[in-house]
Protein backbone atom coordinates (compact mmCIF):
# COMPACT_ATOMS: atom_id res chain seq x y z
CA UNK A 1 0.00 0.00 0.00
CA UNK A 2 2.66 2.03 0.73
CA UNK A 3 4.37 1.19 -2.47
CA UNK A 4 1.00 1.79 -4.37
CA UNK A 5 0.60 5.44 -2.81
CA UNK A 6 4.25 6.42 -3.71
CA UNK A 7 3.70 5.25 -7.29
CA UNK A 8 0.50 7.48 -7.40
CA UNK A 9 1.96 10.31 -5.74
CA UNK A 10 4.27 11.21 -8.75
CA UNK A 11 2.85 9.45 -11.32
CA UNK A 12 1.01 12.20 -12.13
CA UNK A 13 4.74 14.06 -13.30
CA UNK A 14 6.36 11.28 -14.52
CA UNK A 15 4.05 9.34 -16.60
CA UNK A 16 6.17 5.72 -15.85
CA UNK A 17 2.98 3.64 -16.48
CA UNK A 18 1.22 2.29 -18.63
CA UNK A 19 -1.09 0.57 -16.80
CA UNK A 20 -1.08 -0.15 -13.00
CA UNK A 21 -3.72 -2.38 -11.30
CA UNK A 22 -3.36 -1.06 -7.62
CA UNK A 23 -6.34 -3.91 -7.01
CA UNK A 24 -4.52 -7.07 -8.33
CA UNK A 25 -1.39 -5.43 -6.94
CA UNK A 26 -2.87 -5.69 -3.11
CA UNK A 27 -4.22 -9.20 -3.70
CA UNK A 28 -0.76 -10.39 -4.80
CA UNK A 29 0.42 -9.14 -1.75
CA UNK A 30 -2.25 -11.09 0.31
CA UNK A 31 -0.91 -14.52 -1.64
CA UNK A 32 2.27 -13.61 -0.81
CA UNK A 33 1.40 -13.35 3.04
CA UNK A 34 -0.31 -16.73 2.94
CA UNK A 35 2.60 -18.16 1.18
CA UNK A 36 4.86 -16.99 3.79
CA UNK A 37 2.53 -18.41 6.49
CA UNK A 38 2.34 -21.85 5.30
CA UNK A 39 6.26 -21.64 5.71
CA UNK A 40 7.43 -21.29 1.96
CA UNK A 41 10.69 -19.61 1.67
CA UNK A 42 10.42 -16.53 -1.12
CA UNK A 43 13.58 -14.72 -2.70
CA UNK A 44 11.74 -11.80 -3.57
CA UNK A 45 9.04 -11.65 -0.65
CA UNK A 46 6.80 -8.70 -1.54
CA UNK A 47 8.92 -6.35 -3.28
CA UNK A 48 7.32 -4.13 -5.05
CA UNK A 49 8.40 -4.49 -9.02
CA UNK A 50 7.63 -3.30 -12.54
CA UNK A 51 7.27 -5.08 -15.84
CA UNK A 52 7.75 -3.17 -19.30
CA UNK A 53 4.67 -3.70 -21.19
CA UNK A 54 6.42 -5.76 -24.03
CA UNK A 55 6.32 -8.76 -21.77
CA UNK A 56 3.01 -10.72 -21.39
CA UNK A 57 1.92 -10.17 -17.74
CA UNK A 58 -1.80 -13.09 -17.56
CA UNK A 59 -4.84 -11.17 -17.06
CA UNK A 60 -3.06 -8.01 -17.69
CA UNK A 61 -3.30 -5.61 -20.05
CA UNK A 62 0.37 -5.94 -22.31
CA UNK A 63 0.92 -3.21 -25.40
CA UNK A 64 4.15 -3.33 -25.97
CA UNK A 65 3.62 0.52 -26.02
CA UNK A 66 1.57 0.62 -29.45
CA UNK A 67 -1.81 1.43 -29.94
CA UNK A 68 -1.83 -2.05 -32.52
CA UNK A 69 -2.04 -3.94 -28.90
CA UNK A 70 -4.41 -1.94 -27.14
CA UNK A 71 -7.41 -4.13 -25.41
CA UNK A 72 -4.91 -6.82 -25.42
CA UNK A 73 -4.53 -8.90 -22.36
CA UNK A 74 -2.45 -12.76 -22.78
CA UNK A 75 -3.46 -15.73 -21.45
CA UNK A 76 -0.11 -16.51 -19.77
CA UNK A 77 2.64 -15.02 -17.92
CA UNK A 78 6.61 -14.63 -20.01
CA UNK A 79 8.44 -17.04 -17.85
CA UNK A 80 10.65 -14.35 -16.59
CA UNK A 81 7.48 -12.92 -15.05
CA UNK A 82 6.21 -16.37 -14.06
CA UNK A 83 9.66 -16.52 -12.08
CA UNK A 84 9.36 -13.58 -10.67
CA UNK A 85 5.69 -14.32 -9.27
CA UNK A 86 6.60 -17.46 -7.95
CA UNK A 87 9.54 -16.21 -6.11
CA UNK A 88 7.16 -13.29 -4.60
CA UNK A 89 7.85 -10.31 -6.10
CA UNK A 90 4.41 -7.87 -6.26
CA UNK A 91 3.85 -6.61 -9.71
CA UNK A 92 2.48 -3.12 -9.23
CA UNK A 93 2.10 -2.13 -12.76
CA UNK A 94 3.56 -2.26 -16.76
CA UNK A 95 5.79 0.36 -17.57
CA UNK A 96 5.88 2.60 -20.67
CA UNK A 97 8.36 2.19 -23.68
CA UNK A 98 9.03 2.76 -27.14
CA UNK A 99 6.34 1.31 -29.51
CA UNK A 100 7.98 -3.10 -30.16
CA UNK A 101 11.04 -1.13 -28.30
CA UNK A 102 12.03 0.98 -31.21
CA UNK A 103 13.37 3.88 -29.91
CA UNK A 104 15.73 5.91 -27.64
CA UNK A 105 13.55 8.25 -25.44
CA UNK A 106 10.40 6.63 -25.25
CA UNK A 107 9.11 9.20 -27.25
CA UNK A 108 8.00 6.92 -29.39
CA UNK A 109 5.18 5.41 -27.33
CA UNK A 110 1.78 5.39 -28.29
CA UNK A 111 0.39 6.53 -25.12
CA UNK A 112 2.59 8.83 -23.68
CA UNK A 113 6.13 10.41 -23.27
CA UNK A 114 7.58 9.56 -19.55
CA UNK A 115 9.61 12.28 -18.14
CA UNK A 116 13.40 11.79 -16.77
CA UNK A 117 12.65 12.24 -12.67
CA UNK A 118 15.88 13.99 -12.54
CA UNK A 119 14.43 17.02 -15.04
CA UNK A 120 11.39 16.07 -15.67
CA UNK A 121 11.76 18.39 -19.22
CA UNK A 122 13.84 15.51 -20.49
CA UNK A 123 13.40 12.05 -21.63
CA UNK A 124 13.89 9.03 -19.59
CA UNK A 125 16.25 7.07 -22.75
CA UNK A 126 14.72 3.96 -24.30
CA UNK A 127 13.15 2.03 -24.96
CA UNK A 128 12.51 1.11 -21.13
CA UNK A 129 12.24 4.55 -19.95
CA UNK A 130 9.02 4.01 -17.98
CA UNK A 131 11.21 1.25 -15.65
CA UNK A 132 13.96 3.09 -15.21
CA UNK A 133 12.28 6.14 -14.45
CA UNK A 134 9.75 3.97 -12.16
CA UNK A 135 12.92 2.13 -10.37
CA UNK A 136 14.68 6.22 -9.88
CA UNK A 137 12.08 7.49 -8.19
CA UNK A 138 11.40 4.34 -6.17
CA UNK A 139 7.92 4.09 -7.72
CA UNK A 140 8.88 0.46 -7.43
CA UNK A 141 12.26 -1.24 -5.90
CA UNK A 142 13.30 -2.84 -9.32
CA UNK A 143 11.69 -3.03 -12.50
CA UNK A 144 12.54 -5.83 -15.61
CA UNK A 145 13.78 -4.00 -18.98
CA UNK A 146 14.86 -5.54 -22.52
CA UNK A 147 17.39 -4.71 -24.45
CA UNK A 148 17.78 -5.37 -28.09
CA UNK A 149 20.39 -2.53 -28.81
CA UNK A 150 20.77 -1.03 -25.54
CA UNK A 151 17.06 -0.36 -24.14
CA UNK A 152 18.30 -1.10 -20.76
CA UNK A 153 21.40 0.52 -20.37
CA UNK A 154 20.93 3.69 -22.03
CA UNK A 155 17.72 4.46 -19.93
CA UNK A 156 19.60 3.34 -16.60
CA UNK A 157 22.56 5.95 -17.17
CA UNK A 158 19.54 8.82 -18.26
CA UNK A 159 18.04 7.97 -14.79
CA UNK A 160 21.03 6.97 -12.52
CA UNK A 161 20.05 3.05 -11.92
CA UNK A 162 21.77 0.32 -12.68
CA UNK A 163 20.55 -1.87 -15.76
CA UNK A 164 21.85 -5.48 -16.07
CA UNK A 165 21.75 -6.73 -20.13
CA UNK A 166 22.58 -10.63 -19.68
CA UNK A 167 23.98 -12.67 -21.94
CA UNK A 168 21.69 -13.26 -24.91
CA UNK A 169 20.13 -16.49 -24.37
CA UNK A 170 21.02 -16.29 -20.64
CA UNK A 171 16.62 -15.41 -19.71
CA UNK A 172 14.11 -16.80 -21.61
CA UNK A 173 12.39 -14.54 -24.01
CA UNK A 174 9.00 -16.51 -23.64
CA UNK A 175 6.73 -14.57 -23.46
CA UNK A 176 8.48 -11.28 -24.21
CA UNK A 177 6.89 -9.14 -27.75
CA UNK A 178 9.54 -9.77 -30.06
CA UNK A 179 11.68 -6.82 -31.89
CA UNK A 180 14.58 -8.38 -33.09
CA UNK A 181 14.47 -12.12 -31.64
CA UNK A 182 18.28 -12.67 -32.88
CA UNK A 183 19.30 -9.71 -29.78
CA UNK A 184 16.50 -9.06 -27.49
CA UNK A 185 17.66 -9.59 -23.90
CA UNK A 186 14.89 -9.23 -20.93
CA UNK A 187 17.35 -7.59 -17.93
CA UNK A 188 16.80 -6.20 -14.75
CA UNK A 189 16.59 -2.77 -13.61
CA UNK A 190 17.24 -1.65 -10.10
CA UNK A 191 18.98 0.87 -7.43
CA UNK A 192 21.81 -1.33 -6.50
CA UNK A 193 23.87 -4.24 -8.59
CA UNK A 194 23.12 -6.51 -5.22
CA UNK A 195 19.38 -5.85 -6.27
CA UNK A 196 20.12 -6.66 -9.91
CA UNK A 197 21.74 -9.88 -8.86
CA UNK A 198 18.83 -10.80 -6.78
CA UNK A 199 16.38 -10.46 -9.65
CA UNK A 200 18.65 -11.98 -12.16
CA UNK A 201 19.35 -14.93 -10.38
CA UNK A 202 15.09 -15.09 -10.57
CA UNK A 203 14.71 -14.95 -13.95
CA UNK A 204 17.85 -16.60 -15.68
CA UNK A 205 18.29 -20.27 -16.54
CA UNK A 206 16.92 -22.97 -18.82
CA UNK A 207 13.26 -22.45 -20.21
CA UNK A 208 12.02 -25.29 -22.63
CA UNK A 209 9.53 -22.48 -23.74
CA UNK A 210 12.56 -20.91 -25.64
CA UNK A 211 14.84 -23.01 -27.91
CA UNK A 212 17.17 -19.86 -27.69
CA UNK A 213 17.62 -20.04 -23.81
CA UNK A 214 20.96 -21.41 -22.98
CA UNK A 215 21.04 -24.78 -21.04
CA UNK A 216 23.32 -23.54 -18.36
CA UNK A 217 21.53 -23.95 -14.93
CA UNK A 218 20.80 -20.46 -12.95
CA UNK A 219 23.51 -19.22 -10.79
CA UNK A 220 22.99 -17.35 -7.21
CA UNK A 221 24.25 -14.36 -8.24
CA UNK A 222 23.58 -12.35 -5.28
CA UNK A 223 24.93 -15.05 -3.10
CA UNK A 224 27.99 -14.70 -5.15
CA UNK A 225 28.62 -11.16 -4.13
CA UNK A 226 31.13 -10.29 -1.58
CA UNK A 227 30.13 -8.19 1.00
CA UNK A 228 32.14 -4.45 1.42
CA UNK A 229 33.85 -5.60 4.67
CA UNK A 230 35.15 -8.86 2.80
CA UNK A 231 36.84 -6.43 0.79
CA UNK A 232 40.79 -5.75 0.87
CA UNK A 233 41.41 -1.72 0.17
CA UNK A 234 43.32 -2.55 -3.24
CA UNK A 235 40.10 -5.87 -4.29
CA UNK A 236 40.99 -5.10 -7.61
CA UNK A 237 44.43 -5.98 -7.66
CA UNK A 238 45.30 -8.21 -10.51
CA UNK A 239 42.54 -7.32 -12.84
CA UNK A 240 42.59 -6.02 -16.16
CA UNK A 241 40.34 -3.66 -17.81
CA UNK A 242 40.25 -1.52 -21.28
CA UNK A 243 38.77 1.18 -22.70
CA UNK A 244 37.00 0.81 -26.18
CA UNK A 245 39.12 3.46 -27.86
CA UNK A 246 36.33 3.98 -30.44
CA UNK A 247 33.70 5.11 -27.94
CA UNK A 248 35.85 7.88 -27.29
CA UNK A 249 36.58 11.85 -29.01
CA UNK A 250 34.30 13.73 -31.13
CA UNK A 251 30.45 13.52 -30.34
CA UNK A 252 30.99 12.70 -26.61
CA UNK A 253 29.61 15.43 -23.98
CA UNK A 254 32.31 16.54 -21.94
CA UNK A 255 30.60 15.40 -18.50
CA UNK A 256 30.54 12.13 -19.58
CA UNK A 257 33.81 12.01 -20.70
CA UNK A 258 34.59 13.61 -17.13
CA UNK A 259 32.57 10.83 -15.50
CA UNK A 260 34.21 7.79 -17.20
CA UNK A 261 37.74 9.41 -16.38
CA UNK A 262 36.83 9.22 -12.60
CA UNK A 263 35.65 5.90 -12.82
CA UNK A 264 38.85 4.83 -14.22
CA UNK A 265 40.69 6.32 -11.71
CA UNK A 266 38.29 5.06 -9.08
CA UNK A 267 39.46 1.30 -10.39
CA UNK A 268 42.91 2.14 -10.55
CA UNK A 269 42.57 3.37 -6.94
CA UNK A 270 40.67 -0.28 -5.86
CA UNK A 271 44.36 -1.61 -7.73
CA UNK A 272 43.04 -2.55 -11.20
CA UNK A 273 45.31 -2.04 -14.32
CA UNK A 274 43.01 0.00 -16.85
CA UNK A 275 44.58 0.30 -20.86
CA UNK A 276 42.99 0.85 -23.85
CA UNK A 277 41.85 -1.33 -26.32
CA UNK A 278 41.13 -0.60 -30.10
CA UNK A 279 37.88 -2.37 -31.80
CA UNK A 280 38.50 -1.34 -35.14
CA UNK A 281 34.71 -2.06 -36.49
CA UNK A 282 33.36 -0.46 -33.51
CA UNK A 283 31.44 2.16 -35.79
CA UNK A 284 30.42 -0.21 -38.00
CA UNK A 285 28.26 -1.89 -35.79
CA UNK A 286 25.70 1.12 -35.72
CA UNK A 287 24.41 0.53 -39.25
CA UNK A 288 24.84 -3.46 -39.02
CA UNK A 289 22.32 -3.02 -35.91
CA UNK A 290 19.70 -1.35 -37.59
CA UNK A 291 20.12 -3.54 -40.76
CA UNK A 292 20.04 -6.63 -38.55
CA UNK A 293 17.02 -5.32 -36.04
CA UNK A 294 14.94 -3.76 -38.30
CA UNK A 295 15.01 -7.15 -41.14
CA UNK A 296 14.25 -9.06 -38.16
CA UNK A 297 11.21 -6.74 -37.02
CA UNK A 298 9.82 -6.60 -40.65
CA UNK A 299 9.30 -9.81 -40.19
CA UNK A 300 8.42 -10.03 -36.84
CA UNK A 301 6.01 -7.18 -36.90
CA UNK A 302 4.13 -8.86 -39.52
CA UNK A 303 1.68 -10.46 -37.32
CA UNK A 304 -0.22 -7.20 -36.45
CA UNK A 305 -2.56 -7.88 -39.43
CA UNK A 306 -6.03 -7.39 -37.39
CA UNK A 307 -6.52 -10.77 -37.56
CA UNK A 308 -4.77 -12.43 -34.52
CA UNK A 309 -3.84 -10.37 -32.21
CA UNK A 310 -5.10 -6.56 -30.71
CA UNK A 311 -6.68 -3.82 -33.11
CA UNK A 312 -8.74 -5.13 -36.29
CA UNK A 313 -10.24 -1.99 -38.62
CA UNK A 314 -13.47 -2.14 -39.89
CA UNK A 315 -13.26 -2.72 -43.24
CA UNK A 316 -15.17 -4.08 -46.34
CA UNK A 317 -12.25 -6.41 -47.83
CA UNK A 318 -9.41 -8.69 -46.32
CA UNK A 319 -6.62 -6.20 -48.06
CA UNK A 320 -8.20 -3.09 -46.84
CA UNK A 321 -8.50 -4.78 -43.42
CA UNK A 322 -5.29 -5.27 -43.35
CA UNK A 323 -4.10 -1.86 -44.41
CA UNK A 324 -6.32 -0.03 -42.58
CA UNK A 325 -5.25 -1.89 -39.26
CA UNK A 326 -1.80 -1.47 -39.54
CA UNK A 327 -1.86 2.19 -40.39
CA UNK A 328 -4.53 2.77 -37.34
CA UNK A 329 -2.35 0.75 -35.20
CA UNK A 330 1.15 1.24 -35.76
CA UNK A 331 3.61 4.38 -35.43
CA UNK A 332 5.22 6.17 -38.09
CA UNK A 333 8.77 5.28 -36.54
CA UNK A 334 7.43 1.34 -36.74
CA UNK A 335 6.24 2.33 -40.02
CA UNK A 336 9.80 3.51 -40.95
CA UNK A 337 11.33 0.22 -39.86
CA UNK A 338 9.46 -2.27 -41.34
CA UNK A 339 9.69 -0.37 -44.60
CA UNK A 340 13.57 -0.20 -44.50
CA UNK A 341 13.34 -3.75 -43.07
CA UNK A 342 11.15 -5.10 -46.43
CA UNK A 343 13.45 -3.32 -48.31
CA UNK A 344 16.96 -5.09 -47.17
CA UNK A 345 15.67 -8.20 -46.98
CA UNK A 346 14.16 -7.39 -50.94
CA UNK A 347 15.79 -10.20 -53.72
CA UNK A 348 18.16 -7.58 -54.85
CA UNK A 349 19.34 -5.95 -51.72
CA UNK A 350 20.29 -8.81 -49.43
CA UNK A 351 23.36 -9.57 -50.31
CA UNK A 352 24.21 -6.26 -50.13
CA UNK A 353 22.49 -5.30 -46.91
CA UNK A 354 21.82 -8.17 -44.77
CA UNK A 355 24.48 -10.63 -45.59
CA UNK A 356 26.62 -7.44 -45.46
CA UNK A 357 25.60 -6.88 -42.14
CA UNK A 358 25.94 -10.30 -41.04
CA UNK A 359 29.92 -10.14 -42.07
CA UNK A 360 29.82 -7.08 -39.91
CA UNK A 361 28.53 -8.92 -36.75
CA UNK A 362 30.64 -11.52 -37.23
CA UNK A 363 33.90 -9.19 -37.31
CA UNK A 364 32.47 -7.40 -33.96
CA UNK A 365 31.85 -10.75 -32.29
CA UNK A 366 35.56 -11.71 -32.93
CA UNK A 367 37.13 -8.22 -31.84
CA UNK A 368 35.47 -8.08 -28.62
CA UNK A 369 35.84 -11.42 -27.52
CA UNK A 370 39.59 -11.43 -28.56
CA UNK A 371 39.37 -8.78 -26.55
CA UNK A 372 37.97 -10.35 -23.80
CA UNK A 373 40.46 -13.03 -23.70
CA UNK A 374 43.02 -10.57 -22.66
CA UNK A 375 41.05 -8.28 -20.06
CA UNK A 376 38.27 -9.33 -17.35
CA UNK A 377 36.01 -6.59 -18.53
CA UNK A 378 35.57 -3.65 -21.11
CA UNK A 379 34.51 -0.30 -20.64
CA UNK A 380 32.82 2.40 -21.84
CA UNK A 381 30.00 4.99 -21.11
CA UNK A 382 26.73 3.95 -22.13
CA UNK A 383 25.69 6.83 -23.88
CA UNK A 384 27.55 9.56 -25.19
CA UNK A 385 25.33 12.13 -24.19
CA UNK A 386 23.58 12.77 -20.81
CA UNK A 387 19.68 12.73 -21.11
CA UNK A 388 18.23 15.43 -23.54
CA UNK A 389 15.56 17.44 -23.50
CA UNK A 390 11.61 16.09 -24.63
CA UNK A 391 11.50 16.33 -28.59
CA UNK A 392 15.05 17.72 -29.04
CA UNK A 393 15.58 14.80 -31.68
CA UNK A 394 12.60 13.43 -32.60
CA UNK A 395 12.15 14.96 -35.47
CA UNK A 396 15.72 13.60 -37.02
CA UNK A 397 15.71 9.91 -36.48
CA UNK A 398 19.41 9.29 -37.71
CA UNK A 399 20.71 11.67 -34.67
CA UNK A 400 18.11 9.10 -32.38
CA UNK A 401 19.80 6.21 -34.11
CA UNK A 402 23.63 7.50 -33.87
CA UNK A 403 22.70 8.00 -29.86
CA UNK A 404 22.76 4.04 -29.92
CA UNK A 405 26.58 3.89 -30.74
CA UNK A 406 28.10 2.84 -27.50
CA UNK A 407 25.50 -0.07 -26.79
CA UNK A 408 24.46 -2.19 -30.01
CA UNK A 409 27.44 -3.50 -30.54
CA UNK A 410 27.41 -6.27 -27.35
CA UNK A 411 23.77 -7.30 -28.80
CA UNK A 412 25.37 -8.28 -32.00
CA UNK A 413 28.10 -10.12 -29.80
CA UNK A 414 25.29 -11.70 -27.37
CA UNK A 415 27.55 -10.41 -24.97
CA UNK A 416 26.34 -8.69 -21.24
CA UNK A 417 26.61 -5.80 -19.66
CA UNK A 418 25.78 -3.96 -16.23
CA UNK A 419 25.36 -0.20 -16.42
CA UNK A 420 26.12 1.40 -13.55
CA UNK A 421 25.93 4.88 -12.42
CA UNK A 422 29.45 6.67 -12.44
CA UNK A 423 28.79 10.56 -11.77
CA UNK A 424 26.95 13.53 -13.32
CA UNK A 425 27.70 16.15 -16.06
CA UNK A 426 26.83 19.44 -15.25
CA UNK A 427 24.47 21.21 -17.49
CA UNK A 428 24.39 24.93 -18.11
CA UNK A 429 21.90 26.08 -15.85
CA UNK A 430 23.27 24.59 -12.92
CA UNK A 431 21.17 20.71 -13.27
CA UNK A 432 23.63 17.83 -13.02
CA UNK A 433 22.52 14.89 -14.83
CA UNK A 434 23.52 11.18 -14.16
CA UNK A 435 25.71 9.45 -16.59
CA UNK A 436 26.49 5.56 -16.67
CA UNK A 437 29.18 3.42 -17.33
CA UNK A 438 29.03 -0.11 -18.99
CA UNK A 439 31.25 -3.35 -18.04
CA UNK A 440 31.24 -5.32 -20.50
CA UNK A 441 32.03 -9.08 -19.85
CA UNK A 442 32.43 -12.26 -21.10
CA UNK A 443 29.37 -14.68 -22.40
CA UNK A 444 27.88 -15.81 -19.21
CA UNK A 445 30.48 -13.98 -17.32
CA UNK A 446 27.25 -12.30 -15.13
CA UNK A 447 28.71 -13.36 -11.78
CA UNK A 448 32.08 -11.93 -12.35
CA UNK A 449 30.73 -8.95 -13.94
CA UNK A 450 28.02 -8.47 -11.04
CA UNK A 451 30.73 -8.82 -8.53
CA UNK A 452 33.42 -6.14 -10.36
CA UNK A 453 30.15 -3.59 -10.56
CA UNK A 454 29.71 -3.99 -7.05
CA UNK A 455 32.96 -3.53 -6.09
CA UNK A 456 32.94 -0.08 -7.57
CA UNK A 457 29.54 0.79 -6.30
N1 LIG B 1 17.38 2.35 -29.50
C1 LIG B 1 17.59 1.10 -30.16
C2 LIG B 1 16.54 0.92 -31.24
O1 LIG B 1 15.75 1.78 -31.41
C3 LIG B 1 17.57 -0.04 -29.17
C4 LIG B 1 16.22 -0.36 -28.71
C5 LIG B 1 16.14 -1.57 -27.83
O2 LIG B 1 17.14 -2.03 -27.28
N2 LIG B 1 14.94 -2.12 -27.75
O3 LIG B 1 16.51 -0.04 -31.93
Known amino acids: ?136 ANQVVAALGSDTGGSIRQPASFCGVVGVKPTYGRVSRNGLIAYASSLDCIGPMAQSVADAAALLSVIAGPDGADSTCSQRPGEDFAAGLLPAEALTSTPLAGRRLAVIRETSGEGVDAGVAAA ?88 GYYDAYYKRAQQVRTLIQREMNAALSKYDALLCPAAPTPAYRLGEKSADPLAMYKGDLMTVNLNLAGLPAVCLPCGFADQAGGAKLPVGVQLIGRAFGEADLLQLAHTLE
Open 260 to 347: LDSTIAHLQGLGAEVEEVSLPSFAFGLPAYYVIALSEASSNLSRYDGVRYGRRAQAEELRSMYGQTRHEGLGSEVARRILMGTYALSA
Open 1 to 136: QSYLRGLQSVEGKLQSFISVNAEDALAQAEAVDRRLAQGEVLPLAGVPIAIKDNLCTQGQPTTAGSRQLEGYTPPYDATAVARLRAAGAVLLGKTNMDEFGMGSSCENSGFQPTFNPWDTERVPGGSSGGSASAVA
